[in-house]
């Protein structure tokens, strides 16, 4: 998820963690997500985007250059091959549609 903090001032206290858009949320859709974020008049406001894109070009770009089939497949499918690192309980809500 990336997050993009709009404002003159860091606020001392706003922790983000900063990443590339990547992957589908593994919930059975093939767009992305991401979030921006402000801070007007010392009020924090985040908000959630979803990002359509053109995965097919991405997946056949993945596999001739040669990265893992696996993660070529989840562009398509929006399901991760492997949750072995997520907690039982996210595990679980695979493929269920993610409502913001």
């Given at each position: 998820?990336?997050?993009?903090?709009?404002?003159?001032?860091?606020?001392?206290?706003?922790?983000?963690?900063?990443?590339?858009?990547?992957?589908?949320?593994?919930?059975?859709?093939?767009?992305?997500?991401?979030?921006?974020?402000?801070?007007?008049?010392?009020?924090?406001?985040?908000?959630?985007?979803?990002?359509?894109?053109?995965?097919?070009?991405?997946?056949?770009?993945?596999?001739?250059?040669?990265?893992?089939?696996?993660?070529?497949?989840t562009l398509e499918t929006g399901i991760w091959d492997n949750c072995e690192i997520l907690p039982n309980e996210e595990t679980k809500k695979q493929g269920?549609?993610?409502?913001?």
């Amino acid at each position: 998820m990336l997050l993009i903090v709009a404002g003159s001032k860091p606020h001392p206290q706003l922790r983000g963690c900063l990443s590339f858009i990547r992957i589908p949320a593994n919930d059975g859709n093939n767009s992305v997500w991401f979030a921006t974020a402000d801070i007007k008049g010392g009020k924090f406001k985040a908000q959630f985007h979803q990002l359509e894109y053109d995965y097919k070009i991405a997946k056949k770009l993945m596999i001739e250059n040669k990265l893992p089939i696996s993660y070529a497949e989840t562009l398509e499918t929006g399901i991760w091959d492997n949750c072995e690192i997520l907690p039982n309980e996210e595990t679980k809500k695979q493929g269920e549609k993610i409502l913001l």
